[in-house]
C-alpha cells in the first residue's frame, strides 16, 4: 500500500472551484476592459482640457476611441454578466446537492466535495457501506413548459433539443479516474459508481436504461438510489478509501 504524507491543507467546500471560476471571469477577464475604457476617458479629458487651453490636441479622436472602448465594454459586461449567472447557477445546484449528500454522513458515510480530476473537478463523492459513488451535478435550464427528460441508459433526451450523451460520458470518465486513484493508492480494486444529478428536471428512465453503469437522477431519488444499495464494503474499507482521497485532495492543494 503507497505510504501518504499528512498534510495540514483544508479539504474543498462544494462549488468551490465555481467559486474560483466566478471570481476569474469577473477580475480577470472583465476589469481589464473596463480599466481600458477608463484609461481613454481620462485621455479624453485631459485632451478637451488641453484644448480649452488653446494647445494643439485632437480632442475628438480621443473620444472616438474612448466611445469605441466603452462599447467594447458593454458587450463585455453583458457576456460577462451571463457567464457568472451561469456560473453560479451551477455552483448553487452543487451546493444543493451536497446538503443532501452531507445527511449521510449520520450513517457513518464519508462525503467529499471538490475534487480535482483530470478533465474537471469533480462535484461529490459518497463513501459508505454501499460502496463509492460520484456524483455529477447538472443545473441546467428548463425551456418555458418543459420539465421532463428521459433517459435512455446512454443519452439525455430533451423535446426542445437534440440527444446528449455529453454528461454520461464526462460522469463516466470520473468514476474511471476515482477507481484508479484507488486502485493506485491502495492497491485494492474499490466498487464505483456514478450518477448525474439533474436539478429542477423529472426524469422519466426508458427501458433500455435498466442495468446502465450512470444512473441519472434528480436531487430528491439520488439518497434513496444509494439506500437501496447492498452493503459491500467494511468500515474499514470505507475508512481507507477516505483517508487516501483525503489526502490526494491536500496534496494537490499543497
Known amino acids: 500500500m503507497a505510504t501518504l504524507k499528512r498534510s495540514a491543507q483544508p479539504l474543498r467546500n462544494p462549488g468551490q472551484s465555481g467559486d474560483e471560476k466566478i471570481e476569474k471571469v469577473i477580475h480577470d477577464e472583465f476589469l481589464t476592459y473596463y480599466v481600458v475604457a477608463m484609461l481613454l476617458w481620462l485621455v479624453a479629458l485631459l485632451e478637451w482640457i488641453a484644448n480649452a487651453l488653446h494647445l494643439p490636441r485632437q480632442p475628438g479622436l480621443y473620444v472616438i476611441f474612448a466611445l469605441a472602448a466603452t462599447t467594447f465594454c458593454i458587450v463585455q459586461f453583458i457576456r460577462t454578466k451571463r457567464r457568472v449567472a451561469n456560473l453560479k447557477k451551477g455552483r448553487d445546484g452543487e451546493r444543493e446537492v451536497a446538503e443532501l449528500l452531507d445527511e449521510f454522513k449520520q450513517f457513518g458515510a464519508s462525503v467529499l466535495h471538490d475534487i480535482p480530476g483530470k478533465g474537471g473537478n469533480i462535484?461529490?463523492?459518497?463513501?459508505?457501506?454501499r460502496?463509492?459513488?460520484?456524483?455529477?451535478?447538472?443545473?441546467?435550464?428548463?425551456p418555458r413548459?418543459?420539465?421532463?427528460?428521459?433517459?435512455d441508459g446512454e443519452q439525455i433526451h430533451i423535446a426542445t433539443r437534440a440527444p446528449d450523451a455529453a454528461p454520461i460520458i464526462q460522469?463516466?470518465?470520473?468514476?474511471?479516474?476515482?477507481?484508479?486513484?484507488?486502485?493506485?493508492?491502495?492497491?485494492?480494486?474499490?466498487?464505483?459508481?456514478g450518477a448525474?444529478?439533474?436539478?429542477?428536471?423529472?426524469?422519466?428512465r426508458k427501458?433500455?436504461?435498466?442495468?446502465?453503469?450512470?444512473?441519472?437522477?434528480?436531487?430528491?431519488?439520488?439518497?434513496?438510489?444509494?439506500?437501496?444499495?447492498?452493503d459491500v464494503l467494511s468500515d474499514a474499507d470505507v475508512a481507507m478509501a477516505t483517508l487516501h482521497l483525503k489526502q490526494f485532495v491536500k496534496r494537490l492543494a499543497a
Not at 462535484?123 to 457501506?129: A, L, M, Q, R, T
Not at 448525474?196 to 422519466?204: C, I, R, S, T
Open 123 to 129: 462535484d461529490h463523492v459518497v463513501i459508505c457501506s
Open 131 to 142: 460502496g463509492i459513488f460520484v456524483i455529477e451535478t447538472k443545473n441546467w435550464s428548463k
Open 145 to 151: 413548459e418543459v420539465w421532463e427528460m428521459a433517459f
Open 171 to 193: 460522469c463516466r470518465a470520473q468514476v474511471s479516474e476515482i477507481r484508479s486513484l484507488l486502485k493506485e493508492s491502495t492497491s485494492k480494486a474499490f466498487p464505483v459508481r
Open 196 to 204: 448525474v444529478v439533474f436539478l429542477d428536471w423529472y426524469v422519466k
Open 207 to 230: 427501458p433500455s436504461a435498466s442495468g446502465a453503469d450512470i444512473w441519472v437522477l434528480n436531487p430528491k431519488e439520488l439518497r434513496g438510489w444509494i439506500r437501496q444499495e447492498r
